[in-house]
């Protein structure tokens, strides 16, 4: 098979590639070894020294082109190796060449690269996960014990603590649900039209229930606990209509304003506003936020795992909210993104019309 690319694709010819040089290396042997012959039987030389020496610099020629074909390729057997064992630290010195071996180079680097972000992940997920646990079930081991120990009497008060850190629990053991889902590619759309106004609205209401701490939600309504902060809803036109999952655009919708929420000032307020997308029959939804915002430098990290960003590490958040808004969104075929605000910030998810959902 002739030489490739990494995607799959045929090399087209080029001066630099490995084909290109043994090529060369034949047609430089055959004139070496023609141009000898030619020497001795114009001077009478005989021909077993003109052969021995044509093998001798066949050879050494050889030797040059082969030590510069075999050394990347030690190389890469020995990061190969280390990968295998666990280092994914290591990268291929070769990537810059201009042939096969290049090309070889940066896909084990990419490779590389890829299964040390994984493992980084992986990692976080563990140190995440045992951190998330850890806080509600202490707690409620404390209040537990203060009960059994007669320090504290099992009242509507005590109850409610404990009710509120078993909700904790729910919505983070939900959440890595969800992420579970998402890895194994196992959730279908079940796509219909709807009205914005109405759904919208019930989206809100569910979240500023959950934070007046009315129980009966579904842990997807969001987990603040906020009740200063207004929710405001902005549509237009009235019977503006959308094509979607209602669930996971519900998801969306409700880890946005969690996020907004969680990241407002006192008395702050959060807007979610719906158009009418660029393209007939698409959806363009605003969450917008009065906080102090996310710096541009941090704006592509904001929908990574586990990423709470610079003041997020504190609201016991498990930086997987946005992370399954953008997961939901792709879903559909759509795009959500930080969007420029002249106060707080602004995210944007743009839907796209009903034909072009994603089955």
Known sequence: MSGGRPDGGLRPFSPFSIKTKLGTLVVVSVFITTGLLMVALRTDTEVRFITVFSVIASMLITQFVAHGLTAPLDEMTTVARAI???????????????????DLASTINRMAGDLEAEDRHRRELVANVS????????????????VVDGVSEADPETMRTMLKQTERL???????????????????LKARRFE??????GVLKESGLAAAGRPGLASGSGGHTRNDVHLHLDVHPPE?????????????VANLIDNAV???????????????????????????????GIPEAERHRVFERFNRGA??????????????ARWAVGLHGGE????????????????????????
């Open 84 to 102: 295998s064992h666990g280092d994914y630290t290591r990268r291929v010195s070769g990537a810059g060449r201009r042939d096969e071996l290049g």
């Open 131 to 146: 951190h998330e646990l850890r806080t509600p079930i202490a707690g409620l081991r404390a209040v537990l014990e203060n």
């Open 170 to 188: 729910g919505r983070l053991v939900e959440t890595l649900l969800d992420l579970s889902r998402v890895d194994n590619g196992v959730v279908p």
């Open 196 to 201: 914005v106004w109405p759904y919208l609205s």
């Open 240 to 252: 503006l209509t959308a094509y979607a999952d209602a669930e996971r655009l519900h998801q969306v």
């Open 262 to 292: 969680k990241h407002s000032p006192a008395h702050g307020r959060v807007t979610v506003r719906a158009r009418a997308g660029d393209t007939p029959g698409s959806l363009a939804l605003e969450v917008l936020d009065e906080g102090p």
């Open 311 to 324: 003041s997020g590490g504190g609201d016991g958040g498990t930086g997987l909210g946005l992370a399954i």
């Open 336 to 359: 959500i993104r930080v969007a420029e605000s002249s106060r707080g910030c602004r995210i944007l998810v743009t839907l796209p019309g009903s034909s072009q959902v994603l089955s």
